[in-house]
Antibody, heavy 121, light 107 residues
Framework: EVQLVESGGGLVQPGRSLRLSCAAS????????MHWVRQAPGKGLEWVSG????????GYADSVKGRFTISRDNAKNSLYLQMNSLRAEDTALYYC??????????????WGQGTLVTVSS | DIQMTQSPSSLSASVGDRVTITCRAS??????LGWYQQKPGKAPKRLIY???SLQSGVPSRFSGSGSGTEFTLTISSLQPEDFATYYC?????????FGQGTKVEIK
């Protein structure tokens, strides 16, 4: 059974940093690209970032480019999102999602349950 | 960037109704489109992939169609468990983009 378990969310002050993690199990992690998707309270889904199986292809939404960094550790079956210079508008539930393809370009067949990030003073 | 325009933003329908939701892409995306259902407090669930392929385990009353710039999700006979919010996702090129969502409510 595929499982994606996010962690690392919490309350953080504007301008500070936070690192999210996603622990994957139930599939061969390094056979697939992975993504982060967020959802602000009461709002729609927003793709944040994606990374190919070997970290060779990475993409970011314009809203986070230069502030967030996606990475993965295939030996640990884990995906990460380093979030710097956080803003109030980054407040959201952050989901980890599995791509259907190796290098990205697929859609998302499995999602975690999310970790909540609240940016507030 | 590719913009996805989803309509309507909400609709009210009765059990047994046929429901159609549309997503329009700002440029051609072949069939690189998925449809997702999200219920309150839950993660999204994939319904349709490659614009028209039904995800395993999803009831056959759900169907998708389209290619290029115009896509449609149809629920042939709305059931009580289908009241939810639906999103399209284009995965043709980065940045990936979702439609704004369609909330399907009980009439």
């Amino acid at each position: 059974e595929v499982q994606l378990v996010e962690s690392g969310g919490g309350l953080v002050q504007p301008g500070r940093s936070l690192r999210l993690s996603c622990a994957a199990s139930g599939f061969t992690f390094d056979d697939y690209a992975m993504h982060w998707v967020r959802q602000a309270p009461g709002k729609g889904l927003e793709w944040v970032s994606g990374i190919s199986w070997n970290s060779g292809s990475i993409g970011y939404a314009d809203s986070v480019k230069g502030r967030f960094t996606i990475s993965r550790d295939n030996a640990k079956n884990s995906l990460y999102l380093q979030m710097n210079s956080l803003r109030a508008e980054d407040t959201a539930l952050y989901y980890c999602a599995k791509d259907t393809k190796l290098s990205g370009g697929g859609d998302f067949d499995y999602w975690g349950q999310g970790t909540l990030v609240t940016v507030s003073s | 960037d590719i913009q996805m325009t989803q309509s309507p933003s909400s609709l009210s329908a009765s059990v047994g109704d046929r429901v159609t939701i549309t997503c329009r892409a700002s440029q051609g995306i072949r069939n690189d489109l998925g449809w997702y259902q999200q219920k309150p407090g839950k993660a999204p669930k994939r319904l349709i992939y490659a614009a028209s392929s039904l995800q395993s385990g999803v009831p056959s009353r759900f169907s998708g169609s389209g290619s290029g710039t115009e896509f449609t999700l149809t629920i042939s006979s709305l059931q009580p468990e289908d009241f939810a919010t639906y999103y399209c996702l284009q995965h043709n090129s980065y940045p990936l983009t979702f439609g704004q969502g369609t909330k399907v409510e009980i009439k």
